[in-house]
């Protein structure tokens, strides 16, 4: 890590070698740009963002990688947008819409009280069947047994896949 704004958080750092990060080797393997996944910050225990990166070649021949430019994504305002759309949550509070990396690990929610708590989802058949490239819904269980009617779509992000989840409890009869 040579540049990192704002100054006072490049002084803190407690690593200055990020090569072992997913956007890093992805923008290193596909020599183009990559979108990680969530980075869930070791000072703080909500997801905090996504690096896209870029392989830097060299001045004298362009084929050469002499490294990668990196920036990174707040959620804050996909977050905001979310929230927007004035779902009504169910007693449990998760049905609506979230955003999931390629991981499972939530990036967005629509729900205000669990937009900053890490969440995965990697255990949904519907995430499941998402990552595989397929889209639908199906009826999956969450958070202790509770029944959902989940919609799941893959997004193409570069080389990267992400899912967007629609819940929505079934009541019962």
Not at 42 to 56: G, N, R
Not at 71 to 96: A, H, M, V, W, Y
């Amino acid at each position: 890590m040579y540049f990192l704004e704002p100054y006072s958080t490049q002084q803190t750092l407690t690593k200055n070698n990020y090569a072992f990060r997913d956007y890093f080797q992805g923008a290193i393997k596909t020599n183009d740009t990559y979108l990680g996944n969530v980075i869930i910050g070791t000072a703080a225990s909500h997801p905090i963002e996504a690096a896209i990166a870029v392989p830097v070649y060299s001045l004298k021949d362009n084929s050469t990688v002499v490294g990668v430019w990196a920036g990174s994504i707040n959620f804050n305002i996909l977050d905001k947008e979310l929230q927007s759309l004035n779902i009504t949550s169910s007693s449990d509070g998760r049905n609506g819409v979230v955003y999931v990396d390629s991981n499972g690990q939530k990036i967005v929610d629509y729900n205000i009280s669990k937009s900053e708590t890490p969440e995965s989802f990697a255990n949904l058949n519907s995430f499941k069947d998402a990552i595989s490239g397929k889209s639908g819904s199906i009826i999956d269980t969450i958070n202790n047994n509770s029944k959902m009617l989940v919609a799941y779509q893959p997004v193409k992000a570069f080389h990267n896949t992400w899912v967007v989840l629609l819940m929505q409890p079934i009541l019962p009869k």
